[in-house]
């Protein structure tokens, strides 16, 4: 495999950083999932945390670095994930953090970066907006700037997600890997990659946000002018050129899947898991949903990736849903 960013040496020794209750998630084959979608489903539960996401992994080693180094100020923009998990990170190592984000995020996420002591600061635009806002507040400040995806920190502490996946799965064929900035597709897909290149790495991203994929399927960066997608968290519309270079690397395949798919499995979650989770961590269920054909017989892993949910909005799209019985 040609090089990423990544290295497989740095997200084995970011494991020593990232605390321990993010580490080691719940990895279970989810049998009543199967008569549904025709194939073989493990689930790897990354919502079990306190920050209901698996970004603090990456947020725990950006937080150790910083602390290390006696920064004591950082800012993010975030869809709400970020934001809550660098303020976890950062209350518990005594760092100045400052989070940029849409008005318009959920509402429950940008409580909860509240709750954990951030100072939020919010946009009248979108993420994209919000980028641009923490970037001015960095240089103006002279603080940190964390850019997720970008950063390397935030995609080699996703990658130790893929540790677990080679290193606890027997034998899987193919992992479902939600798609927005890609810290988690690169870092997750590196390591599988790395370790088993026989597997292959799907990602996954809403039609309604679907810069990524056509990126990647262009193999250019490609920009859109808006987005129309209930997955927020995965809702960016200018990709990483940095980013781009990795996903070529390491993704066998990206596909855009609609809202209705997207809701149906987050049905399938509740109904056969027991899981309540945003739209984004849905996406590889709605992927299979899409295409049961390509995955009729095989072994797929899906990451469950955040479980910050607006309870209203929740319940509006499930009572929607149809119900897919087996």
């Known amino acids: 495999m040609q090089e990423t960013r990544l290295d497989t040496a740095r997200i084995r020794a970011a ?20 008569p549904g979608l025709g194939c073989t489903v493990s689930i790897k539960l990354e919502t079990a945390n306190p920050v209901r996401s698996f970004k603090a992994r990456g947020t725990e080693v950006v937080a150790s670095l910083l602390a290390d ?7 993010c923009a ?35 970066i509240r709750a954990l002591g951030a100072r939020l600061e ?23 700037l964390v850019e997720d995806s970008l950063d390397i920190e935030t995609c080699e502490g996703a ?10 799965v027997p034998s899987f064929d193919a992992v479902l890997i939600a798609l927005g900035g890609g810290a988690l597709a690169t870092g997750v897909g590196h390591v599988v990659k790395a370790l088993a290149p026989e597997v292959e790495v799907i990602c996954v991203q809403p039609l309604g946000a679907p810069a990524l994929t056509h990126s990647w399927r262009r193999r ?21 050129p940095a980013v781009l270079d990795d996903l070529l ?22 109904d056969h898991a027991g899981l309540v989770v945003e739209p984004s961590a849905a ?25 910050n949910v607006d309870v209203d909005a929740y319940h509006r799209w499930i009572g929607a849903a149809p119900t897919h019985r087996s």
């Open 220 to 240: 250019r960066v490609v920009t859109t002018d808006s987005t129309n997608t209930i997955a927020d968290g995965v809702a960016g519309r200018r990709p990483i």
């Open 15 to 34: 494991r020593r950083v990232i605390d321990p209750m993010f580490l080691d998630t719940p990895l279970y084959r989810c049998e009543a999932l199967e």
């Open 69 to 75: 180094h006696d920064s004591r100020a950082v800012v």
């Open 159 to 168: 990658a130790t997600i893929g540790l677990e996946l080679v290193d606890t």
């Open 283 to 307: 996406l590889g269920i709605a992927a299979i949903l899409e295409d049961r054909d390509r995955f009729a017989g095989r072994h797929v892993v899906t990451i469950v990736c955040g479980s």
């Open 78 to 112: 975030s869809a709400g994930n970020l934001g809550q998990a660098l303020a976890w990170s950062g209350r518990g190592r005594g760092l100045d953090v400052t989070v940029v984000a849409s008005r318009f995020a959920t509402v429950a996420k940008l409580d909860r």
């Open 249 to 270: 690397l390491v993704a066998d395949d990206a596909v855009l899947v609609q809202e209705v798919s997207i809701i149906a499995g987050m049905r399938m979650l509740l």
């Open 122 to 144: 919010l946009v009248d635009g979108d993420h994209e907006l919000a980028r641009e806002r923490a970037a001015a507040i960095a240089r103006h400040d002279g603080i940190r």
